[in-house]
T-cell receptor
């Protein structure tokens, strides 16, 4: 089983709809992140959380919100989806108890907004 | 602000040839440095990370990277390319270990 699981893997929806992307992890990591990937732009940080009570905005948080329901769960919401939010979305985790710890990624959610 | 530059969005090499993927970062203090690989329809996987114990870092699948402080670079190399190396490669830096900044990626094509 994957250590970082994202659901759904693919989603097609219409402009104006509310969408939630979910991420769960079994790695026991305290830190969780949401990124979006666009061709030629690499990964851009949307939100990150260092523990259940900690939520921080990333580079491109406008139009998105998050919820850290438990240490293992971190969901991303698009309250009113727009076409330029069409992208590949990744959840990642890292271990904040050590230094120089890498991130571990889910397999992504491909989101298309028509 | 932290930035990561990957020169060459597309690199093509022949099977068996040297692979060189370039990464430069902007930071007055050496950050934490990482290389990730992304295969189609998958998330990013860690190839290697710089630990400051040695300037030459060995990773998985025969890849290695050399940290050069004077050039603020962390280029990724592999002596002999294999068809299975075809993928997207990302350099990432983390100034403090909290946030991570990614380059725009380099797509590696291996020609048989």
């Amino acid at each position: 089983d994957a250590d970082v699981t994202q659901t759904p893997r693919n989603r097609i929806t219409k402009t104006g709809k509310r969408i939630m992307l979910e991420c769960s992890q079994t790695k026991g990591h305290d830190r969780m992140y949401w990124y979006r990937q666009d061709p030629g732009l690499g990964l851009q940080l949307i939100y990150y959380s260092f523990d259940v009570k900690d939520i921080n905005k990333g580079e491109i948080s406008d139009g998105y919100s998050v919820s850290r329901q438990a240490q293992a769960k971190f969901s991303l919401s698009l309250e009113s989806a727009i076409p330029n939010q069409t992208a590949l979305y990744f959840c990642a985790t890292s271990d904040g108890t050590g230094i120089n710890q890498p991130q571990h990624f889910g397999d992504g959610t491909r989101l298309s907004i028509l | 602000a932290q930035s990561v530059t990957q020169l060459g969005s597309h690199v093509s090499v022949s099977e068996g040839a040297l692979v060189l993927l370039r990464c430069n970062y902007s930071s007055s203090v050496p950050p934490y440095l990482f290389w990730y690989v992304q295969y189609p329809n998958q998330g990013l996987q860690l190839l290697l990370k710089y630990t400051s114990a040695a300037t030459l870092v060995k990773g998985i699948n025969g890849f290695e990277a050399e940290f050069k402080k004077s050039e603020t670079s962390f280029h990724l190399t592999k002596p002999s390319a294999h068809m299975s190396d075809a993928a997207e490669y990302f350099c990432a830096v983390s100034p403090t270990g909290n946030q991570f900044y990614f380059g725009t990626g380099t797509s590696l094509t291996v020609i048989p």
